[in-house]
Protein backbone atom coordinates (compact mmCIF):
# COMPACT_ATOMS: atom_id res chain seq x y z
CA UNK A 1 0.00 0.00 0.00
CA UNK A 2 1.62 3.12 -0.82
CA UNK A 3 1.30 6.25 1.08
CA UNK A 4 3.37 8.85 1.95
CA UNK A 5 2.78 10.19 5.48
CA UNK A 6 2.76 8.65 8.65
CA UNK A 7 -0.13 7.52 9.94
CA UNK A 8 -1.79 7.16 6.45
CA UNK A 9 -4.21 4.59 5.81
CA UNK A 10 -7.02 3.36 4.05
CA UNK A 11 -10.17 5.08 5.15
CA UNK A 12 -13.47 3.03 5.76
CA UNK A 13 -15.26 5.11 2.69
CA UNK A 14 -11.95 3.77 0.15
CA UNK A 15 -12.38 0.23 1.25
CA UNK A 16 -16.30 0.13 0.58
CA UNK A 17 -17.44 -2.15 2.81
CA UNK A 18 -20.54 -3.71 2.31
CA UNK A 19 -23.34 -2.81 4.48
CA UNK A 20 -24.39 -5.45 6.60
CA UNK A 21 -27.87 -6.45 6.30
CA UNK A 22 -29.12 -6.36 9.57
CA UNK A 23 -28.74 -2.35 9.37
CA UNK A 24 -29.58 -1.95 5.58
CA UNK A 25 -32.76 0.01 6.74
CA UNK A 26 -30.94 2.00 8.73
CA UNK A 27 -28.76 3.53 5.85
CA UNK A 28 -30.36 6.95 5.35
CA UNK A 29 -28.83 7.75 8.70
CA UNK A 30 -25.28 7.30 7.17
CA UNK A 31 -22.66 10.08 6.73
CA UNK A 32 -22.16 13.63 7.90
CA UNK A 33 -24.85 15.70 8.90
CA UNK A 34 -25.06 19.49 10.38
CA UNK A 35 -27.23 21.63 11.28
CA UNK A 36 -28.72 24.33 14.55
CA UNK A 37 -30.45 23.45 16.88
CA UNK A 38 -32.28 24.82 20.18
CA UNK A 39 -32.55 23.98 23.56
CA UNK A 40 -33.84 24.56 27.28
CA UNK A 41 -35.21 23.43 30.21
CA UNK A 42 -36.91 24.77 33.49
CA UNK A 43 -33.72 25.09 35.72
CA UNK A 44 -31.30 26.25 33.16
CA UNK A 45 -31.63 29.12 30.59
CA UNK A 46 -32.43 28.43 26.71
CA UNK A 47 -29.49 28.37 24.54
CA UNK A 48 -29.42 27.93 20.81
CA UNK A 49 -26.13 25.62 19.40
CA UNK A 50 -24.90 24.19 16.25
CA UNK A 51 -24.01 20.40 15.96
CA UNK A 52 -22.86 18.17 13.66
CA UNK A 53 -23.67 14.23 13.77
CA UNK A 54 -21.39 11.85 12.33
CA UNK A 55 -23.12 8.10 11.36
CA UNK A 56 -20.76 5.10 10.21
CA UNK A 57 -20.27 1.70 9.52
CA UNK A 58 -17.58 -0.99 9.16
CA UNK A 59 -19.57 -3.87 7.97
CA UNK A 60 -20.63 -5.15 11.10
CA UNK A 61 -24.26 -5.21 12.22
CA UNK A 62 -24.16 -1.33 14.00
CA UNK A 63 -24.04 2.27 13.21
CA UNK A 64 -21.14 3.98 14.89
CA UNK A 65 -22.25 7.71 15.90
CA UNK A 66 -20.65 10.98 17.02
CA UNK A 67 -22.08 13.96 17.69
CA UNK A 68 -20.59 17.41 18.95
CA UNK A 69 -22.44 20.98 19.85
CA UNK A 70 -20.80 24.48 19.99
CA UNK A 71 -22.49 28.00 21.07
CA UNK A 72 -23.64 29.21 17.82
CA UNK A 73 -21.90 32.77 19.11
CA UNK A 74 -18.89 32.19 20.14
CA UNK A 75 -18.30 28.36 18.51
CA UNK A 76 -17.29 27.20 22.00
CA UNK A 77 -17.50 23.85 22.18
CA UNK A 78 -20.78 22.40 24.29
CA UNK A 79 -21.46 18.93 24.57
CA UNK A 80 -20.70 15.68 23.03
CA UNK A 81 -21.49 11.81 22.60
CA UNK A 82 -21.14 8.99 20.83
CA UNK A 83 -22.71 5.88 20.57
CA UNK A 84 -24.05 2.71 18.43
CA UNK A 85 -27.29 1.85 16.99
CA UNK A 86 -28.69 -1.40 15.76
CA UNK A 87 -31.69 -2.91 14.73
CA UNK A 88 -33.20 -5.67 16.38
CA UNK A 89 -34.47 -9.01 14.89
CA UNK A 90 -37.98 -8.18 16.09
CA UNK A 91 -37.70 -4.20 13.99
CA UNK A 92 -37.12 -2.37 17.28
CA UNK A 93 -34.04 -0.18 17.77
CA UNK A 94 -31.07 -0.09 20.92
CA UNK A 95 -28.96 3.20 20.84
CA UNK A 96 -26.08 2.62 23.46
CA UNK A 97 -24.66 6.75 23.87
CA UNK A 98 -22.12 7.59 25.93
CA UNK A 99 -22.46 11.61 26.89
CA UNK A 100 -19.24 13.72 27.84
CA UNK A 101 -20.72 14.97 30.60
CA UNK A 102 -20.26 10.93 32.12
CA UNK A 103 -23.62 10.13 31.34
CA UNK A 104 -24.52 7.16 30.01
CA UNK A 105 -27.92 5.96 27.92
CA UNK A 106 -29.31 2.31 26.89
CA UNK A 107 -32.33 3.61 24.67
CA UNK A 108 -34.97 1.23 23.08
CA UNK A 109 -37.57 1.92 20.71
CA UNK A 110 -39.26 1.86 17.59
CA UNK A 111 -38.16 1.78 13.86
CA UNK A 112 -40.34 2.93 10.98
CA UNK A 113 -38.55 1.71 7.95
CA UNK A 114 -41.18 3.74 5.62
CA UNK A 115 -41.60 6.61 7.29
CA UNK A 116 -37.75 6.95 8.24
CA UNK A 117 -38.58 7.79 11.71
CA UNK A 118 -37.45 6.60 14.87
CA UNK A 119 -38.67 7.05 18.70
CA UNK A 120 -36.14 6.07 21.59
CA UNK A 121 -36.74 5.81 25.39
CA UNK A 122 -34.04 5.43 28.22
CA UNK A 123 -34.16 2.03 29.61
CA UNK A 124 -31.11 2.58 31.53
CA UNK A 125 -28.96 5.63 32.42
CA UNK A 126 -25.89 5.78 34.62
CA UNK A 127 -23.82 8.02 36.34
CA UNK A 128 -26.61 10.63 37.09
CA UNK A 129 -28.44 11.78 39.63
CA UNK A 130 -30.16 14.43 38.46
CA UNK A 131 -31.78 12.94 35.30
CA UNK A 132 -35.00 9.91 35.32
CA UNK A 133 -35.84 9.88 31.81
CA UNK A 134 -34.42 10.46 28.15
CA UNK A 135 -36.76 10.00 25.10
CA UNK A 136 -35.37 10.82 21.56
CA UNK A 137 -37.42 11.03 18.25
CA UNK A 138 -35.57 11.17 15.13
CA UNK A 139 -36.81 12.02 11.43
CA UNK A 140 -35.27 11.38 8.07
CA UNK A 141 -36.71 12.72 5.08
CA UNK A 142 -34.80 14.54 2.15
CA UNK A 143 -31.30 14.88 3.07
CA UNK A 144 -32.84 16.45 6.13
CA UNK A 145 -32.36 14.78 9.90
CA UNK A 146 -34.82 16.38 12.42
CA UNK A 147 -35.12 15.39 16.13
CA UNK A 148 -36.27 16.38 19.50
CA UNK A 149 -35.42 15.00 22.81
CA UNK A 150 -37.60 15.47 25.95
CA UNK A 151 -35.78 14.92 29.56
CA UNK A 152 -37.32 14.36 32.83
CA UNK A 153 -35.36 14.43 36.40
CA UNK A 154 -36.47 13.89 39.43
CA UNK A 155 -37.55 17.41 40.08
CA UNK A 156 -38.87 17.89 36.73
CA UNK A 157 -41.60 15.99 34.45
CA UNK A 158 -40.58 14.67 31.37
CA UNK A 159 -40.90 18.35 28.63
CA UNK A 160 -39.11 19.52 26.18
CA UNK A 161 -34.95 19.75 26.30
CA UNK A 162 -33.63 19.92 22.54
CA UNK A 163 -34.82 20.19 18.71
CA UNK A 164 -32.93 20.74 15.86
CA UNK A 165 -32.92 20.31 12.04
CA UNK A 166 -29.56 19.33 10.47
CA UNK A 167 -28.80 18.57 6.54
CA UNK A 168 -26.84 16.27 5.45
CA UNK A 169 -23.14 17.27 4.19
Same mark, same amino acid.
Given at each position: ???SGEGEGVSVR ?8 ? @? ?13 ? !????? %??? #? ?15 ? @??? +? ?5 ? !? #? ?5 ? *? +???WRLKSDGSIE?? @? ?6 ? *? ?7 ? *??? %? ?10 ? #? ?10 ? #? ?10 ? %??? +????SHLKAVLRQI
Amino acid at each position: MEGSGEGEGVSVREMELPLHPA @IAPLESLLGRWRGEG !EGGFP %TIN #SFRYGEELFFSHSGKPV @IAY +TQKTWKL !E #SGEPMHA *E +TGYWRLKSDGSIEVV @IAQSTGLV *ELQKGSFDA *ENR %TMELKSELIGNV #SKVKEIRRAFRV #SDRELSYTVQMA %THT +TNLQSHLKAVLRQI
